[in-house]
């Protein structure tokens, strides 16, 4: 949810991971090295009865998305990460520029786009958890087209691109 995550959105995905309540659903959160809320946050967890694992600025996002079935995350960068690494997320917009990210990646099969921060509740986050958590059959064809959407080779692309530009002289 950002680097701090000002909204506290991870308390609303806590909950609704709390509301679903599934025995075998492992969580980690992982916090941004801004997020100054880790204490409020296991605190919540405990309150709630969710088992959660915190990780405060892990240097090993990848690993920890590789094993994710379905993420919750806002609908900025982390995004196209989720999306290259083929998990499927459910989508928060918590900054103005992040709802057309949302929005298309949720049309595009990618994400489930659940809106607006401050009209995303508890309730509609579980709900996308339950729908999404026994739904292999969905979570493979999301995880899929986020793959195909982002293959991870656009940097080495632009690259490309800029080699192949010709050389033009510089005026003296």
């Known amino acids: 949810m950002g680097g701090s995550d000002p909204q506290d959105e991870t308390r609303t995905a806590i909950r609704a991971v709390a509301e679903v309540r599934s025995a075998d ?33 892990a240097t090993d996002v990848a690993r920890h998305m590789a094993r994710a079935h ?47 921060h401050e009209d995303v509740t508890v309730v509609d986050m579980a709900k996308e958890l339950r729908t999404l958590l026994p739904n292999v059959r969905v979570r493979q064809e999301m995880s899929e ?14 690259v490309d691109i800029l080699k192949a530009w010709p050389k033009y002289p510089v005026a003296d």
């Open 25 to 57: 659903l492992e969580t980690v959160v992982l916090l941004g090295p801004s997020n100054a809320r880790r204490h409020a946050l296991s605190r919540e967890a405990v309150r709630l009865r969710v088992p959660v694992r915190f990780l405060s600025a």
């Open 70 to 116: 379905v993420a919750i995350a806002a609908s900025g960068s982390t995004s196209w990460e989720l999306a290259c690494m083929g998990v499927p997320f459910i989508a928060v917009a918590v900054a103005e520029n992040q709802r057309p990210i949302g929005e298309s990646l949720g049309r595009a099969g990618v994400a489930r786009y659940a809106g607006w």
């Open 145 to 158: 087209r986020g793959r195909r959407l982002v293959d991870g080779l656009g940097a080495a692309r632009v």
